[in-house]
């Protein structure tokens, strides 16, 4: 994604599309509070959705402004307010005015209440991924104060998910578009939200080891770290999400117990780190784990029975895993794994891949199934035949 050239439209007086596609599709226009023109805000006017101001929730209450009710997880509506100086604030360019003073800084006491201009306070893209939260990092990614003009996108007949209508006004009036999932890969790049908290010795069975817990502000969960030191600028590593039937209970139906004994063997005889990642069921948590084991004893596989619960076959990330290797210093990686996938979320991030170490499972008359579901549907290199 290049910053430099959208900011560079922006500048010319250009909204961003910015587009979500985790919710059947919405793309809102996007603009800097800050140099808001009534041109600009005629133009968005135009759009014929709820035109907005989107400020961080917990300075909005500092300067005094109030939130209106709303359910827990929605969008966070504040009064609506007009600069006091304007006549009525209905204008395109009263609604930028009080747009470019609520930027300023100014409290409450220099507006009236309930005005034109809506309000959505942010509370932060770690917590909620909307446009709301999405339109304030864009801000602070293109060096602009964290206030944005925002205005959902309706077509002809007032639909909010029309991807080609979109698109389509995006080219004709040449506006940069930006995916939700860009802000957030930069946003996880750009802030530090996990840090070490604690850092003590473990005796194991395969060796002496340090295990590091941390403070988590990225998608708070508790994922901690299993270090043999020294382990070089080049450590070798190993992201292991958690699994408690595997880990945990010694199941034959997975390889997951084999993999995390082979790896401590392997990182305790020459250094190197196993993150021990909170996701369960490949993402899905416990409970559904072993809703889908109940699918698989029916017949199903193990990605059909992800699908069957309404899950994908794989909803892990590796933001988290991204942030705990920064956390200890750690850029470059020989990375433990079979799967391609691990390497390619790792790199996008900037973790340098210097070599991908193989894993061998171990196979079980219970698990051939799992393997072979494993390298043919998810694409896994299994250094084993199945």
Known sequence: MNWDSIKEKVLEGKPVVLIDDRREFEADLVYPAEIASPEVVNFMLSMKGLLCLTMDMDEALRRGFFPLPSKEGETNFLVPVDYRENFTGITAEERALTARKLAEGLSVEHFRYPGHLHLLGGIGLNRRRGHTEGSLELMEILGFKRYALIVEILDEKGDSHNREY???????????????????????????????????????????????????????????????????????????????????????????????????????????????????????????????????????????????????????????AFQMLRALGVSKVRLITNNPAKAKALEEFGIEVVEIVPAPPELTEHNRLYLKVKEEKLGHRLPVKV
């Open 166 to 320: 979109a698109l389509k006004l995006a080219e004709e009036h040449d506006l940069p578009v930006v995916n939700i999932d860009d802000v957030w890969k930069e946003f996880v790049k750009r802030k530090q939200l996990i840090r070490v908290y604690a850092n003590a010795r473990l005796p194991t069975k395969y060796g002496e080891f340090r295990i590091i817990s941390f403070d988590n502000e990225l998608d708070f969960k508790e994922h901690v770290a299993i270090v043999k030191e020294p382990y070089g600028e080049v450590p070798l590593v190993r992201v292991h999400s958690k699994c408690l039937t595997g880990d945990t209970l010694a199941s034959l139906k997975c390889d997951c117990g084999s993999q995390l004994s082979n790896a401590l063997r392997m990182i305790a005889q020459e250094g190197g780190i196993l993150l021990y990642m909170d996701q369960e069921g490949r993402g899905i948590g416990l409970k559904e784990k072993i809703k889908a084991y109940e699918l698989q004893d029916r017949g199903l596989d193990t990605v059909e029975a992800n699908e069957a619960l309404g899950h994908k076959a794989d909803e892990r990330t590796y933001e988290a």
